[in-house]
């Protein structure tokens, strides 16, 4: 069983930077692919980014690409996303998502161990 928690999130003006980080215990961490979605009031979960169990692989949504950057410490158990550059359109809540392969990763149900998440908000 694994469990993830985030933190990092909060209210910050378009422009701003913020980084999340994803904190998980259980298991082995490199055996887990880890994505982060995000969902924004009223809206489906989007994927936002993903990185391989060695950081090896990594995916990122059209919306975030070369404002997001993801990196994972295994000798910590963290993933973080790094965001620059935000904008009002990336307010949600965002969540952290954990799964064995690669295989698949776009689909949210593929997801066996999800965090609680934590609010971004980006005033205009």
């Known amino acids: 069983q694994v469990q993830l928690v985030e933190s990092g999130g909060g209210l910050v003006q378009a422009g701003d930077s913020l980084r999340l980080s994803c904190a998980a215990s259980?298991?082995?961490?490199?055996?887990?692919?880890i994505a982060w979605f995000r969902q924004a009031p009223g809206k489906e979960h989007d994927l936002v980014s993903v990185?391989?169990?060695?950081?090896?692989?990594?995916w990122y949504s059209n919306a975030v690409k070369g404002r997001f950057s993801i990196s994972r410490d295994n000798a910590i158990n963290t993933v973080y996303l790094q965001m620059n550059s935000l904008k009002p359109e990336d307010t949600a809540v965002y969540y952290c998502a954990a799964k064995r392969t690669m295989a698949t990763f776009t689909t949210r149900n593929s997801y066996d161990y999800w965090g609680q998440g934590t609010q971004v908000t980006v005033s205009s």
């Open positions: 259980g298991g082995t961490f490199s055996d887990y692919v």
């Open positions: 990185i391989s169990g060695n950081g090896a692989s990594i």
